[in-house]
């Protein structure tokens, strides 16, 4: 077995399937919006498959509202719309220390 690594998986010897994606133009992509888009997607076509580590995701976006909002079936729109009045005041606030 792999060092580190569990001596009895969960999906041992049952395939899984993954996916690919290639970001062609880099400049063009939101990574955040693109990367919430992706788990509420999965989470939608594979709800009863698809699990995520609510602790780790918690820390990552900084508080529990995502998770929240994805176990209550939230729309993207009512996502991204979640922290824009947050945004707004950071944005606002950053003002007087940026140097260009």
């Known amino acids: 077995s792999i060092e580190n690594m569990?001596?009895?998986?969960?999906y041992k010897d049952v395939e899984c399937n993954g996916i690919s994606i290639?970001?062609?133009?880099?400049?063009?992509?939101?990574?955040?919006?693109?990367?919430i888009e992706l788990l509420y997607?999965?989470?939608?076509?594979?709800?009863?498959?698809?699990?995520?580590?609510?602790?780790?995701?918690d820390k990552l976006f900084g508080n529990k509202n995502l998770t929240e909002m994805l176990k209550n079936n939230s729309n993207l729109d009512?996502?991204?719309?979640?922290?824009?009045?947050?945004l707004n005041s950071f944005k606002n606030l950053r003002k007087n220390y940026l140097l260009y």
């Not at 009512?78 to 947050?86: K, R």
């Open 6 to 10: 569990s001596t009895s998986p969960k």
């Open 41 to 57: 997607s999965i989470h939608k076509l594979y709800p009863n498959y698809f699990e995520f580590r609510r602790n780790w995701l």
């Open 22 to 35: 290639k970001i062609t133009n880099p400049s063009k992509i939101l990574a955040l919006k693109f990367g």
């Open 78 to 86: 009512e996502i991204f719309n979640s922290w824009e009045i947050e």
